[in-house]
């Protein structure tokens, strides 16, 4: 079994910069994508980016391209998300999972999920 434990949310300006970490427990996390998904309120939860197991692969959901990057530290079991041009709309509740599939885009493909982390952006 897999841990996931998300930091570094907060509250930030339109315009800024914050970094997530997830940090997995474990030495099988170089077996596992990973992914960072968020939710806000209202709305259903959404595939921000994943990055596949070990040859790097990147996805980014449209709404975040050219202004987050995901990467991934085995060495570290960690996880990042670096979110940049922050917009009102990133609000939302931030969380990582690991799935056993190579680059799984759908929710259920998903096998272990973080408690998430609250993102907000002010206007």
């Known amino acids: 079994q897999v841990q996931l434990v998300e930091s570094g949310g907060g509250l930030v300006q339109a315009g800024g910069s914050l970094r997530l970490s997830c940090a997995a427990s474990?030495?099988?996390?170089?077996?596992?994508?990973m992914g960072w998904f968020r939710q806000a309120p209202g709305k259903e939860r959404e595939l921000v980016a994943h990055?596949?197991?070990?040859?790097?692969?990147?996805f980014y959901g449209d709404s975040v391209k050219g202004r987050f990057i995901i990467s991934r530290d085995n060495a570290k079991y960690t996880v990042y998300l670096q979110m940049n041009k922050l917009e009102p709309e990133d609000t939302a509740v931030y969380y990582c999972?690991?799935?056993?599939?190579?680059?799984?885009?759908?929710?259920?493909?998903?096998?272990?999920w973080g408690r998430g982390t609250q993102v907000t952006v002010s206007s």
């Open positions: 999972a690991a799935s056993p599939y190579d680059t799984p885009q759908r929710e259920s493909k998903y096998m272990y």
């Open positions: 990055v596949s197991r070990r040859d790097g692969l990147l």
């Open positions: 474990g030495p099988t996390f170089s077996s596992y994508a």
